[in-house]
């Protein structure tokens, strides 16, 4: 798998997709239990936060914490792991025992996190510490987030550097270096019914186009086509953007102030995406604005392909409070890497990271914390639940990242050691970050598919949305 | 006369002069907590979002004043337009449905019926549900793949095929409709029903008498009879209508494209994308519209 997601930016041709191919092997099921872990995992026990003199800033804020009576806040980003949700919260909870503290770990939904943060912001209302993407970490800035650099510089001495999908967040380039650190990286693999897929006479193996991907995905109409999300959801968003690059196109220049959406190869992505949505290869429901439909839709048997980060794996293994296990989907489930375009072929990779607002009262305790979270053992019990890569290198021992061990594991860690910047080709700025949000590749496209605008008058109002955002 | 004249004179004289006499004072002093309330509820936030609506606020950048910059921007704003003319579709059909659906069935629930007490409950049922499950559930039921109207439809042949009536630009503005009127007709159904209940009986007797058929008796007793009622709630609802967010947001989050974009939406849009005093202008762009109509339905009131 690692040589599939080993970038390939340049022809789709030149893409070996040998692993991706390859049928996952299938995961022990014995090697997850289904139930929660217990409340104090063996590898917290070595991952106690080290004892402070009572002198240091960490005691001082303890101190003053206690006496005002409050609580340490955090809010975890949530994902689509009820397990490392509660691993992340019990880690907070067992942090805040021993420095004797009381505290808060909130479960933020991701989709919320903007809306939140900007309220809390007006508000004072800040979190302490908190998750969030790396596009919030533009957005908020130096004036909003406190500068950790010497924190990330530990981390990187600790944890043995960055991996690849994780440096992009320390780069000198982008302009939220030394806010955050990074915790997870996260991206899309295709899912497909190998099954369905034989049943239907289509190629069983994995696409290496979407070209090829929509084709098989025509071929399977009746038993659902391709279950990839037209609405405003971030899913159809990180599609659209990998098919985006895949045929040339990008939002802005190298100086990452000229936006160039008017070119031909926005046509050409804007006439691909028409061509099979003309051809009924999407699915009826696909305009939607539920950030888990397609997940539902392939566990429910409903569509051949979709793209996801894992959550659907480990559900088909594991169960869920919507979902039974479903082992015999999972066995006939094949796992590859996004497919390419014309021009290129892209892994997005993206960075969750830890910030520290700069109005927390606490900071050496938010510091202590995401350190204490940050910890090998800490760290390897999210992961194994979680459906994120390793942002450091040390990370990357525990066993099931080995795909033969965990295929989904091992497909994020080849994606966070080999993938791209999510915003790749483009340069990582607030403006990038802005267009996502306010207009993005989702509305464009729907603009040309749904509301019958001519390629020429979609592109037009993309590229004035997008040049009003970079001039800001 | 002369002498009452007199008084009532001195008393208005006193009235002005103790404006804040020790009397008025204790007075004031009794209003004071609920003043303040208003004040930290109401006016603070207004004012503060009046504020804001006049600066550049974004996430990352102190808020600087524009003066009416944002405004001038949202009336250039394809989209807001589009939201405006949507809202407008919106509460209109909205407003509508409900009436004309709770104005019949709390005539119906006014009839003696069988079980009669029963049936007001149940249509009570769409109004007790929190209007997250209550959307959700319209949600599922619009669904193309799952969903029981899909399902009904291509069972009984009336479709060839399901309908995306959340995904269609044709079907979703009617179908979010729908379900915001199947949510909010029994507030005004229970409404009507209790003020139907307040005419005297006689007046329908009389009318009987006289000859007065069902239709007269309804145009000419009932109606007048519930009309204040009717502009109440028509205010109420209105009003709430114009701000409503979870009908749109949990069924369609504005889509396809911005075919269901409403104001809030739009307005709650522009929060998640960090324009704080563009959002702003766009909440308070709905304000005036409200105004207007409560004055309007308050000056009916009056002349009743």
Request: include cysteine.
């Amino acid at each position: 798998m690692a040589a599939v997601l080993a970038l390939a930016i340049g022809g789709a041709g030149s893409i070996s997709a040998d692993a991706a191919t390859k049928k996952p092997a299938a995961k022990p099921a014995a090697k997850k239990p289904a139930a929660k872990p217990a409340a104090k995992p063996a590898a917290s026990q070595s991952a106690d936060p080290a004892p402070v003199a009572a002198t240091t800033p960490v005691q001082k804020e303890v101190a003053a914490l206690n006496a005002s009576g409050k609580k340490f806040t955090y809010w975890i980003g949530l994902i689509f792991s009820d397990i490392a949700n509660s691993a992340a919260q019990d880690q907070i909870k067992s942090w805040g025992k021993a420095r004797g503290i009381q505290v808060d770990p909130v479960l933020v939904n991701q989709n919320n996190t903007n809306a939140q943060v900007t309220a809390a912001l007006a508000a004072g209302t800040m979190p302490d510490a908190l998750d969030m993407g790396e596009a919030l970490v533009l957005q908020l800035g130096a004036k909003n987030l406190l500068n950790i650099q010497p924190l990330i510089d530990e981390m990187v001495k600790v944890h043995g550097g960055f991996t690849a999908g994780a440096a992009p967040t320390d780069d000198k380039s982008f302009a939220g270096k030394g806010l955050s650190v990074p915790y997870g990286i996260s991206g899309n693999l295709i899912n497909r019914r190998l099954d369905l897929l034989k049943d239907a006479g289509a190629k069983t193996t994995a696409p290496k186009t979407w070209e090829e991907l929509m084709e098989a995905g025509t071929k399977t109409m009746k038993v659902g086509g391709a279950g990839f999300a037209l609405g405003n959801v971030g899913d159809a968003e990180s599609v659209f953007r990998a098919q985006f690059v895949g045929y040339g196109g990008r939002l802005a220049d190298d100086a990452g102030k000229k936006c160039t959406l008017d070119t031909p190869a926005t046509r050409d992505f804007l006439g691909f995406v028409k061509k099979w949505y003309d051809k009924g290869a999407y699915a009826t429901s696909a305009v939607t604005n539920d950030g888990g439909w397609d997940n539902n839709l392939y566990l429910g048997g409903k569509t051949v392909f979709i793209a996801n980060p894992g959550s659907v794996y480990t559900t088909l293994l594991n169960g869920s409070a919507a979902w039974p296990k479903n082992p015999t989907l999972a066995k006939n489930t094949g796992f590859s890497a996004l497919p390419g375009g014309p021009k290129a072929r892209v892994a997005p990779a993206n960075a969750a990271v830890r910030a520290i607002p700069i109005t927390s009262k606490y900071p050496e305790l938010a510091k202590d914390l995401i350190r204490y979270m940050m910890d090998t053992r800490n760290m390897q019990e999210y992961y194994e639940w979680a459906i994120y890569g390793p942002a450091f290198k040390g990370y990357g021992k525990f066993n099931f990242w080995d795909e033969n061990v965990d295929p989904v594991h091992g497909g994020l860690y080849d994606l966070a050691t080999n993938g791209t910047s999510a915003s790749f080709p483009d340069t990582n700025n607030a403006a990038y970050a802005a267009f996502g949000g306010v207009f993005g590749m989702s509305k464009m496209v729907q603009r040309h598919l749904l509301d019958g605008d001519s390629a020429d008058k979609t592109i037009k109002e993309a590229q004035a949305v997008c040049q009003a955002l970079y001039d800001k | 006369m002369v002498v009452k004249v007199g008084r009532q004179k001195d008393l208005g004289s006193k009235k002005r002069a103790g404006l804040f006499g020790p009397t008025n004072l204790f007075g004031y002093f009794m209003i004071l907590p609920a003043m303040s309330v208003l004040f930290f509820f109401f006016a603070y936030p207004l004012t503060f979002e009046i504020w804001t609506s006049l600066t550049d606020a974004n996430l990352g950048n102190d808020a600087k004043f524009v003066g009416v910059d944002n405004y001038v921007k949202l009336f250039a704003d394809p989209e807001f337009l589009t939201a405006a003319k949507n809202s407008v579709v919106y509460v209109s059909f909205v407003q509508a449905g409900k009436f004309i659906l709770g104005l019949g069935i709390a005539i119906l629930l006014h009839q003696k019926l069988v079980a009669r007490g029963f049936w007001r409950a149940v249509v009570l049922v769409p109004y007790a549900m929190p209007g997250f499950v209550a959307f959700m559930v319209w949600k599922l039921i619009y669904n193309p793949d799952v969903g029981a109207m899909n399902i009904f439809l291509t069972k009984t042949g009336i479709t060839d095929a399901p309908i995306a009536f959340l995904g269609d630009r044709t079907w979703a503005m009617a179908s979010v409709i729908f379900a915001t009127i199947w949510r909010g007709f029994p507030f005004w159904a229970i409404m009507f029903l209790a003020a139907l209940q307040a005419v005297p009986k006689e007046l329908y007797e009389a009318a009987a008498v006289d000859g007065a058929n069902a239709w007269h008796r309804f145009r000419n007793i009932s109606l007048p009879g519930i009309r204040p009622v009717i502009l109440i709630v028509f205010m109420l609802s209105t009003i709430n209508t114009i701000n409503s967010f979870e009908a749109i947001w949990l069924t369609t989050a504005g889509g396809p494209s911005d075919a269901t974009v409403i104001l809030p939406v739009f307005a709650y849009k522009g929060l998640t994308t960090f324009q704080i005093g563009e959002s702003a202008a766009a909440a308070l762009s709905m304000v005036p519209i409200a105004i207007v109509i409560a004055i309007f339905l308050l000056n009916k009131l009056k002349k009743d």
